[in-house]
């Protein structure tokens, strides 16, 4: 380790593992593969990766994953706050390097949750479990889609937000889908499409819910003097957040606000920027609701105005505030804890390596900010990172 401290710390390398469906390889795989795509992309040999970080798979995560990829680390990570996960542990990684306490922080993910339960290996799971303050809520079929519709109907009563509002995300998110050659689903969709399909929740019909795919990435994290060695202009990490809500829905204040509120103007703070700056946000959504409560919670807009906000195209790759560039998890990519492809479409954005995607400005120019939000649970955590050239 050299240099002084605290160090500036960029992303250097992101990749995906093949993803969609991808019935013939294994979780495992999918990390070895996301890994070895993300350090070429990078240029920097593996040796220089000291830090290590994985969560959601193996009875020892990222023990088991590190051996798999043939690492070693001194510095790990294996936070574990669902969606959320990938933001938090970057945000640590980046403390770490600034530190010294780590030189490069390979962070990875891959899940082969829809070819599992195509092939049996294991059924759709309704709930977390229910042992500790759960126990009071799933024997009465509280299931995790409920706790977010509920949610979503508390702030279309509070505020006069409408069904049609949130089918705005999923028809701008596919939109966004459409030149991503990684996207699962690319054909376009209307509000009559999301609004008349099979209620899963109410109100969420099915394109209200995320999609299910197998997939995996990785992000490279490395102190600043290793950018001269990189392939790629770096991505900085300016600032990021951290927050947590709540378990049982007894104890959530309020069903309109997310712990974004938290962590995203921690974020703001930290990095020295306003929302009002940033030119793209990616931003976790399971459900449309997530999307539309947490640009509230942001700051892109004032609490309750998200369903006016949403609408007119906005969120498209050439709308006011492009969300979701790559489609998101309502059309692209999800996998599970889908928190780590975020920051990999933002760096691919920042850096203008998007393709027929590729968000500009007005003048033509590359974005130059960007943030990454995830939540996970349902509203019980959120991770936010600001990113810039």
């Known amino acids: 380790?050299?240099?002084?401290?605290?160090?500036?710390?960029?992303?250097?390398?992101?990749?995906?593992?093949?993803?969609?469906r991808v019935d013939d390889v294994t979780p495992y795989a999918l990390h070895a593969q996301a890994a070895r795509r993300a350090l070429a992309d990078s240029?920097?040999?593996?040796?220089?990766?000291?830090?290590?970080?994985?969560?959601?798979?193996?009875t020892l995560a990222p023990v088991e994953v590190a051996e798999y990829l043939g690492l070693r680390p001194t510095w790990l990570d294996s936070t574990g706050v669902?969606?959320?996960?990938?933001?938090?542990?970057?945000?640590?990684?980046?403390?770490?390097?600034?530190?010294?306490?780590?030189?490069?922080?390979?962070?990875?993910?891959?899940?082969?949750?829809?070819?599992?339960?195509?092939?049996?290996?294991?059924?759709?799971?309704?709930?977390?479990?229910?042992?500790?303050?759960?126990?009071?809520e799933v024997p009465y079929g509280h299931?995790?889609?409920?706790?977010?519709?509920?949610?979503?109907?508390?702030h279309m009563h509070q505020y006069g937000t409408t069904v049609e509002q949130l089918a705005e995300v999923a028809v701008q998110a596919r939109a966004n889908a459409a030149t991503n050659p990684d996207a699962m689903f690319r054909d376009p969709i209307?509000?009559?499409?999301?609004?008349?399909?099979?209620?899963?929740?109410?109100?969420?019909?099915?394109?209200?819910?995320?999609?299910?795919?197998?997939?995996?990435?990785?992000?490279?994290?490395?102190?600043?003097?290793?950018?001269?060695?990189?392939?790629?202009?770096?991505?900085?990490?300016?600032?990021?957040?951290?927050?947590?809500?709540?378990?049982?829905?007894?104890?959530?204040?309020?069903?309109?606000?997310?712990?974004?509120?938290?962590?995203?103007?921690?974020?703001?703070?930290r990095a020295g920027v306003r929302p009002a700056d940033i030119d793209i946000a990616e931003i976790y959504d399971a459900f449309t609701y997530m999307t539309l409560v947490t640009l509230e919670d942001l700051g892109f807009c004032a609490k309750g105005e998200g369903g006016a906000f949403v609408e007119?195209?906005?969120?498209?790759?050439?709308?006011?505030?492009?969300?979701?560039?790559?489609?998101?998890?309502?059309?692209a990519c999800h996998p599970g804890m889908r928190g780590l492809f975020l920051i990999v479409e933002a760096v691919r954005q920042l850096r203008g390596e998007a393709g027929p995607g590729q968000v500009r400005k007005a003048d033509g120019r590359l974005p130059e900010?960007?943030?990454?939000?995830?939540?996970?649970?349902?509203?019980?955590?959120?991770?936010?990172?600001v990113l810039g050239r």
């Not at 990875?108 to 759960?134: C, E, H, M, Q, W």
């Not at 299931?143 to 508390?154: C, D, N, S």
């Not at 195209?313 to 492009?322: T, V």
């Not at 900010?369 to 990172?385: H, I, K, P, Q, R």
């Open 312 to 331: 007119k195209g906005r969120l498209l790759r050439d709308g006011s505030l492009p969300v979701n560039t790559d489609g998101g998890g309502l059309s």
């Open 82 to 136: 669902g969606g959320a996960t990938w933001e938090v542990m970057a945000a640590h990684a980046a403390d770490a390097i600034a530190l010294g306490h780590a030189d490069a922080v390979l962070l990875v993910y891959g899940s082969t949750a829809r070819a599992d339960i195509k092939a049996g290996r294991r059924t759709s799971n309704l709930s977390f479990g229910g042992r500790g303050p759960l126990q009071f």
């Open 143 to 154: 299931t995790l889609i409920a706790k977010y519709a509920m949610a979503a109907r508390r």
């Open 190 to 269: 209307t509000v009559d499409d999301v609004v008349s399909g099979p209620v899963i929740a109410d109100p969420f019909t099915k394109l209200h819910c995320c999609i299910r795919s197998d997939g995996g990435c990785a992000v490279l994290l490395a102190a600043q003097e290793y950018v001269a060695d990189c392939a790629k202009s770096p991505v900085w990490v300016l600032g990021s957040g951290a927050a947590m809500s709540h378990t049982t829905m007894s104890e959530w204040e309020d069903f309109t606000v997310s712990p974004a509120a938290v962590s995203g103007r921690i974020a703001f703070e």
């Open 43 to 58: 240029g920097l040999d593996r040796s220089v990766v000291d830090g290590f970080g994985s969560a959601g798979l193996g």
């Open 1 to 20: 380790m050299a240099g002084a401290f605290p160090r500036k710390v960029a992303v250097v390398g992101v990749a995906l593992s093949d993803t969609g």
């Open 369 to 385: 900010l960007a943030v990454a939000s995830g939540t996970g649970g349902w509203f019980c955590s959120s991770g936010t990172v």
